[in-house]
């Protein structure tokens, strides 16, 4: 079973910067298309970045200039560069498949103070 393993959060001011990773067992993430995703609490799990196979990217609307996707096919891991911080961006954000595939982590807490 694939377990994904997200780490990189922390509390950081805002414009400040973080790089969250996703690290996977097994080489599976060359395969897939890779998304971040972030849930605020009382709300629901989002998208906030993804990447295709072929390299294509697509953000939502509110990281959009902020944040970057890339991935290491090599390493078999995601990462997350996520750049002028603002509280909003607060949440516990996660890495899997674009479309959940795979069984979800623990994820990895970002807190931005104002």
């Known amino acids: 079973q694939v377990q994904l393993v997200e780490s990189g959060g922390g509390l950081v001011q805002a414009g400040g910067s973080l790089t969250l990773s996703c690290t996977a067992s097994g080489s599976v993430f060359s395969n897939y298309a890779m998304a971040w995703y972030r849930q605020a609490p009382g709300k629901q799990r989002d998208v906030v970045a993804a990447m295709t196979t072929r390299g294509g990217t697509h953000y939502h609307n509110s990281v959009e200039g902020r944040f970057t996707i890339s991935r290491d096919h090599a390493k078999n891991t995601v990462f997350l560069q996520m750049n002028s911080l603002e509280p909003e961006d607060t949440a516990v954000y996660y890495c899997?498949?674009?479309?959940?595939?795979?069984?979800w982590g623990q994820g990895t807490q970002v807190t931005v103070s104002s």
């Open positions: 899997n498949t674009w479309g959940g595939a795979f069984p």
